[in-house]
């Protein structure tokens, strides 16, 4: 029997997921260390949730690629500390972060593609990003994934940063029925990639992918944390109100 998942987004692509008896972190940024490296342009205009060194209760924390927004060793480090048994699932480039950061080699687990169990009736399934690229290291592991969780039978999909890409689509036909998908939808266009933002899908391209999965929610994300790289959520649901796609849309969850 499915069992509600409780959710609570963090901003950018941040989420804490409490699935059963165990609780899920994918890309937390609880900290300001963006606006510290790149200047006051990329001030975060999402309030930090908790203080990294009061999140006590992480069992999990996936983590999809190496950029500071997702992979942040000044959140992921007293994390650390706060959640002492908390083990963390990354792609290498990730893995050789954290533990430049002072995590134990231990705790850290390299993503594969297959699926990684993470407690009774939870288990994880990294799938490949296209960002802007799939680009693999001298071993063949994607330098930068996304993730397929499925807990008591649900699965939830979160893209990282990705395009669109057939090596994609072929890796989550596979892993079909995806119940949610959380997708970033920070448009690539040519002015933020003169700023040094890589940027992913449109919400168009959002909402046909969020079609083409057969999805029954779509969760946008990546479009809120920094004024250079935002998407207005009017914009998002007056292209969902004229698309009228077949599943909801939802921009902040509360549970699945």
């Known amino acids: 029997m499915s069992v509600a998942i409780e ?9 804490r997921l409490i699935c059963g008896d165990r609780t899920v972190y994918i890309d937390p940024y609880l900290s300001d260390r963006v606006e510290q490296v790149e200047g006051a342009a990329l001030r975060r205009l999402v309030p930090i949730w908790k203080s990294p060194a009061q999140v006590s209760d992480a069992d999990w924390v996936l983590v999809t690629h190496n950029h500071m927004d997702h992979c942040d060793p000044n959140t992921l480090l007293p994390l650390s500390i706060a959640s002492p048994s908390a083990q963390f699932v990354g792609p290498p480039d990730v893995l050789r972060t954290l533990a430049a950061a002072g995590i134990a080699m231990e705790r850290l687990h390299v993503t594969e593609d297959a699926w990684i169990p993470l407690g009774k009736d939870l288990r994880v399934h990294p799938v490949p990003a296209s960002h802007p690229s799939v680009d693999v290291d001298e071993l063949g592991r994607w330098r930068c994934v996304g993730y397929v969780l499925e807990s008591s039978g649900k699965r939830i999909y979160h893209s990282g940063d990705t395009s669109l890409n057939e090596t994609l689509f072929r890796k989550l036909e596979a892993l079909k029925p995806i119940n949610v998908a959380i997708l970033a939808v920070n448009e690539h266009n040519y002015y933020r990639e003169r700023q040094g933002i890589v940027g992913n899908m449109t919400v168009r391209e ?9 999805v029954e929610i779509l969760v946008p994300m990546h479009w809120d944390m920094f004024a250079p790289n935002c998407v207005y959520p009017e914009e998002i649901e007056l292209l969902y109100r004229l698309i009228h796609p077949p599943f909801q849309l939802v921009l902040s969850p509360s549970e699945f």
């Not at 959710?7 to 989420?15: E, Y």
């Not at 959002?206 to 057969?214: E, I, R």
């Open 7 to 15: 959710v609570t987004p963090l901003g950018q692509a941040g989420f």
């Open 206 to 214: 959002a909402l046909q992918f969020a079609t083409d999965l057969g």
